[in-house]
């Protein structure tokens, strides 16, 4: 995200609880930060109950900026390293063991190694997909761990800041890319190109079947940097997005829709064709990276705003939000679940813009009971 100005707004969003807070720069505090203890004894997780947020387990640390985070079948992560361009998998018993280096990965600013997917038929095709800055641009590519890749997507712009990178297979199998506007707010809003969209495309990396545009990757646009996706148990997919100046959103995805960026940052477009965010917050509240589902619960994690958020989710609308975890940790840049329902984060402290302690980054895992 591009550096900020000092604000202080409340949110629209009639559902958010408690006053806006007043921020100057990428960080909402400047207070010390202590670590809490986690235990790093790997509990039972049953996938029916409910992740819970005082049993924090650390499955590793010492991580060089964790972004993508994707689960292979056997329940381990594999995680990106934003800067180092590695692939590490991690386990709930045992050190993390790098199983993959992505070559031609340029870490400058907010670009590098960032999201990462497994495919669905993983057992049988062996696919790992991955979003990274090349020297010229961002894009897509999927290998093998023993083999080459082979790039996918290419040509979605580059810049030191509004990159996207998140990537996930939807319940339809087929891949979505959240991507940002690269700094040239009008890319946005034009059709032609992938900047500030989220993409659809095929396992192989086409426009995939049923695109509002034919021919084209293009699923939705009008956004300014999508670093969350995620679907809840009825195939409706969720996207977080930066804003600005004043409001982070969280938005229901329909394809072919116009969330409005720049016309519009937060709500108020709908008069002009745009579509509302179901949510917003106030930029030093959230800054949302990535987001998950389980149960009727969406998780979202927050950078500057040093929290992770529980927003109740009933027919594709949003309730109350509730601040979890606030300054426990630090910046949270990804967030997922895990096979067994357990609840996994990544900590982004050592990203230049946190105040990493002892042992940042963190990956921790909150069983599900």
């Known amino acids: 995200m591009a550096p900020r100005r000092c604000h202080t707004r409340t949110t629209i969003a009639a559902l958010l609880l408690g006053a806006a807070l007043t921020a100057c720069g990428n960080d909402s505090s400047t207070e010390p930060r202590s670590t809490p203890p986690a235990t790093r004894t790997a509990a039972p997780s049953n996938p029916a109950e409910r992740p819970d947020l005082d049993a924090a387990e650390e499955i590793a640390g010492n991580l060089d900026v964790p972004w993508g985070l994707a689960f292979l079948p056997?329940?381990?992560?594999?995680?990106?390293?934003?800067?180092?361009?590695?692939i590490l998998r991690i386990g709930t018993g045992g050190a993390p063991q790098q199983v993959y280096q992505v070559p031609g990965v340029t870490a400058r600013g907010e670009g590098g190694l960032l999201g990462l997917a497994v495919a669905p038929d993983y057992a049988e095709s062996r696919y790992v997909y991955a979003y990274f800055t090349a020297d010229t641009d961002n894009r897509i590519v999927r290998f093998r761990?023993?083999?080459?890749?082979?790039?996918?997507?290419?040509?979605i712009a580059k810049a030191g800041n509004h990159n996207g990178g998140r990537i996930a297979f939807g319940p339809d199998g087929m891949l979505y890319a959240g991507t940002g506007d690269a700094g040239q707010s009008g890319r946005s809003q034009d059709p032609a190109s992938l900047s500030g969209k989220i993409l659809r495309v095929t396992p192989e990396g086409r426009p995939a079947p049923g695109n509002p545009y034919p021919g084209s990757p293009v699923y939705s646009l009008g956004h300014r940097n999508v670093q969350g996706l995620a679907?809840?148990?009825?195939?409706?997919?969720?996207?977080?997005?930066?804003?600005?100046?004043?409001?982070?959103?969280?938005?229901?995805?329909?394809?072919?829709?116009?969330?409005?960026?720049?016309?519009?940052?937060?709500?108020?477009?709908?008069?002009?064709?745009?579509?509302?965010?179901?949510?917003?917050?106030?930029?030093?509240?959230?800054?949302?990276?990535?987001?998950?589902?389980?149960?009727?619960?969406?998780?979202?994690?927050?950078?500057?705003?040093?929290?992770?958020?529980?927003?109740?989710?009933?027919?594709?609308?949003?309730?109350?939000?509730?601040?979890?975890?606030?300054?426990?940790?630090?910046?949270?840049?990804?967030?997922?679940?895990?096979?067994?329902?357990?609840?996994?984060?990544?900590?982004?402290n050592t990203d230049g813009r946190g105040e990493p302690?002892?042992?940042?980054?963190?990956?921790?895992?909150?069983?599900?009971r």
């Not at 083999?147 to 290419?154: I, R």
């Not at 809840?232 to 229901?252: C, H, K, T, V």
């Not at 302690?357 to 599900?368: E, H, I, N, T």
């Open 74 to 86: 056997d329940g381990a992560a594999l995680v990106a390293e934003r800067d180092s361009g590695r």
């Open 145 to 155: 761990l023993d083999g080459p890749p082979e790039v996918l997507v290419a040509g």
């Open 231 to 348: 679907w809840d148990r009825d195939g409706r997919l969720f996207a977080a997005e930066f804003g600005q100046d004043r409001f982070d959103e969280i938005n229901l995805i329909e394809p072919g829709h116009n969330y409005g960026w720049p016309e519009v940052e937060g709500s108020g477009g709908a008069d002009r064709g745009f579509t509302d965010p179901l949510l917003t917050w106030t930029t030093a509240e959230a800054s949302p990276s990535g987001i998950a589902i389980a149960g009727d619960t969406l998780y979202v994690a927050a950078l500057r705003g040093r929290r992770l958020w529980t927003v109740p989710l009933a027919d594709g609308r949003t309730g109350a939000p509730r601040a979890e975890l606030r300054d426990r940790y630090g910046r949270l840049r990804t967030v997922a679940v895990a096979p067994d329902g357990a609840l996994w984060l990544t900590t982004s």
């Open 357 to 368: 302690v002892s042992g940042d980054d963190r990956a921790l895992r909150f069983p599900a």
